[in-house]
C-alpha cells in the first residue's frame, strides 16, 4: 500500500460530516419539492401557462424544464409494471478505451465497441461482438494532437456506440419483435469539452442520424441513466411557482442544487415508472433532434433490489404511443430483475467491451514488436518504463 491512509483519516470524517450537513439541509428543500409535485399532480392548465410565460422572461439558451408529455398520468404517479411480451430482442453497445499518453513508444490510443443479441423467449444463445478501433497519427508531416485528447477519444468513443448499434439494429430488422435497442446513457447527446462550434454540430448530427435509422428500422431506442444528476422536473416545479411570493426568476436557468432522482426515491416503489415527461428545450443545441423528429422523452424508473432510480430516455416518436412505452417499461424491469437491480443487457455489453489493463498491456507489445520488426528504435519513456515496473504487481528492489 503506497498512500498512507492513516494520514486522510480526519479529512474522510470531515467529508462525512460535510455529506451529513448537505443531507440535512436539502431535507426540507425535499419536502417542499414533493409538496409542490402532489398539489400540481394534475394542474394541467397551471402547467401548460407556466411554462408558456417561461418562454418570455427567461434566456431560453439556458432553460432546462420539463413538461408532462400526457394529461394521463399524474405528475406524482407510481406506475406499476405491465407483464413482459412473451418474446422480444434486445440490442445493447457499450464503449470503452485506452487513453493516448505522451509516454507512449509512439502515439496511439485504442477503442473497443461491444455488443450483444440476445432474444427473449428463445433458446437462441446471445450473440455477442465488438468492434475494436486503432487510432494513431497517420503518415503525413503534419499531425493535429487535437485528435489525441481526452475528449477526442470520448466523442469518438460516442459515436462508435450509437453507430454501431444503429447498423447492427438494422442487420437484424427482420428479428423477432419488439425490438428493443438500449444505451447506457441519455440520448440527448451533447458532445461536452468540444470548443469547435462545427465539430460540436457535427457530432450531434450524426447521433441524431443514426437514432433515425432506428426508427426506420420499427426498432425503438432507450438510453437508461442510472442515478442521473439532471434537474428538469425540478426547474420545472419552480416554473409552477410562478405567480406567488415562492417564485424566483433566477432559479429556472440555475441548475439544481439536488437532481430530480431525489424526489422519485420518494415516490416510486420498486418496479415502478413515472409519467412520460418531455424535454423543454429551445436552445439551438437542440435544433437537429427537433429537424430530425427525434425530440427526447423520459421517465424515471425504480429498479427492483437494491439498484437506485434510473432515467430512461426514449425518442418522442415512441413515446406518444402508450403501448410502446408499456412494453418498454415491462422489458426493462424483466431485464432488471435477472440481476437484481440493473439490466442484464447492459451488464453484459459492458463485460463484452472493457479494455482491461492485460488487454492494454498486451496492445502495447504488439506495437513494440511491429516498430521493432520494422527497425524503428522508438520506446516508452523512462517514466511510463518505471510505472508498468511499479504497478504491474509486487516486486522487490534493492540496491
Known sequence: MSVEFERVIDQVRALGDSAEKRRDASAHQLDDLLDKLNRYATAWSHIDLSL??????????????????????????????????????????????????????????????????????????????????????????????????????????????????????????????????????????????????????????????????????GAWLAGYIERPETGAIITLLYTLDMGTQDFKPERLIERPQMSDAAIFRRVLQPGERSCVFEIVNNSTNYSKFQEKNQEICFFYYCPPGLGDIARVDVPKWAAQQPEVIAQIHALLDDQCSQLGSYPYILTRADEVAVVRGDDRDYLDRLVQSELQRRGLTVQDTGKQIGKNLTRSGKKRFSM
Open 52 to 217: 408558456e410565460k417561461a418562454v418570455s422572461i427567461v434566456d431560453q439558451q439556458k432553460y432546462r424544464a420539463a413538461r408532462p408529455l400526457t394529461q394521463t398520468e399524474p405528475l406524482n404517479a407510481g406506475i406499476a409494471p405491465a407483464p413482459p411480451p412473451p418474446q422480444a430482442t434486445f440490442i445493447s453497445v457499450d464503449g470503452s478505451q485506452t487513453m493516448p499518453s505522451r509516454h507512449q513508444s509512439y502515439p496511439y490510443f485504442l477503442i473497443n465497441i461491444g455488443g450483444i443479441i440476445y432474444e427473449r423467449g428463445t433458446d437462441q444463445a446471445p450473440e455477442i461482438f465488438s468492434d475494436p478501433q486503432l487510432y494513431f497519427h497517420g503518415d503525413d508531416e503534419e499531425t493535429d494532437d487535437k485528435d489525441f485528447t481526452a475528449v477526442a477519444v470520448t466523442v469518438l468513443r460516442d459515436m462508435g456506440e450509437i453507430e454501431l448499434l444503429a447498423r447492427t439494429v438494422w442487420e437484424n430488422r427482420t428479428a423477432t419483435t419488439p425490438l428493443l435497442a438500449i444505451l447506457d446513457q441519455r440520448l440527448q447527446y451533447w458532445p461536452i469539452g468540444v470548443q469547435d462550434s462545427v465539430a460540436q454540430q457535427d457530432a450531434v448530427k450524426r447521433w441524431v442520424e443514426a437514432m433515425a435509422i432506428m426508427q426506420q428500422c
